[in-house]
């Protein structure tokens, strides 16, 4: 039985202040959790994560990790950097990043090859556009996407974590319903099945406007192992009752 991982996307949103108030209230809340819970969380607030998350269950994630070990790449963070902060999690190829920063598959199979190798679980976003949706592609793109992260990481890959997330359902209030979702988890799972003896071990994860009302329905989908929480992740009562609906 997989235990399903609730993990907070914070995207670019917080402050000192912020952060602290809503951990303090999410660590509270979350205490007896029988979930596992993350936050991904910018990149200058590693460090002051790091140290309201100590001692709690919940784990540190970030958002990106650079394809390149280190070197002469104004703006990038390495995987090691990460890993000097106690990241768990790093997600890659979120699709803000492959549609405002054009992150490829290989470029996306690269960062979660160097998150591996640092110690840290990749969260692999992959989800179709509305335009391909309705053009009947959403398993192609998927199972394209995800096959790049294969082809690239081989046996390691019973380490990664999956996030299927639609495009069309990402902070837009649209969710998938819970049949579309397991019909793509499904799909994933058998994927990683003809790619690893492990597959039954990996969480894929929903991500796409969760929220309170609908995250219960979504969690009890037999391939639907956690969720990658966007807006509801900023407000800790919404976060919590995400995670109290989780097993
Ligand atoms: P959302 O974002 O929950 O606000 O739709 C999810 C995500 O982008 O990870």
């Not at 993350?38 to 590693?46: F, G, S």
């Not at 768990?88 to 490829?104: D, F, I, K």
């Amino acid at each position: 039985m997989r235990k399903q991982l609730i993990a907070g996307n914070w995207k670019m949103n917080g402050s000192l202040a912020a952060n602290q108030a809503l951990l303090s209230a999410v660590a509270a809340g979350a205490s007896g959790a029988s979930c596992q819970v993350a936050v991904c969380v910018p990149a200058p607030y590693l460090a002051q994560v790091q140290g309201l998350l100590a001692g709690t269950p919940i784990a540190l994630g970030a958002q990106d990790v650079s394809q390149h070990e280190a070197g002469a790449f104004t703006g990038e963070v390495s995987s090691g950097m990460l890993r000097e902060f106690g990241v768990r999690y790093c997600l890659v190829g979120h699709s803000e990043r492959r549609q405002y920063h054009g992150e490829t598959d290989a470029l996306v199979a690269a960062k979660a090859q160097r998150a591996l190798a640092a110690g840290i679980t990749p969260v692999v976003c992959v989800g179709e556009t509305l335009a391909e949706r309705e053009a009947g592609r959403t398993e192609e793109v998927v199972k394209r996407q995800l096959a790049a992260v294969i082809h690239a990481n081989g046996h390691c890959i019973s380490e990664i974590v999956v996030a299927y997330e639609p495009v069309w359902a990402i902070g837009t209030g649209k969710t998938a319903s819970p049949e579309q979702a397991q019909q793509v988890h499904a799909v994933l799972r058998s994927q990683l099945h003809a790619a690893t003896t492990h597959s039954d071990r990996v969480l894929i994860l929903y991500g796409g406007s969760m929220n309170a009302a609908n995250a219960a329905q979504l969690l009890s989908q037999p391939d639907i192992d956690g969720g990658l929480v966007g807006g509801a992740s900023l407000k800790a009562p919404d976060f919590l009752s995400i995670v109290a609906a989780a097993r």
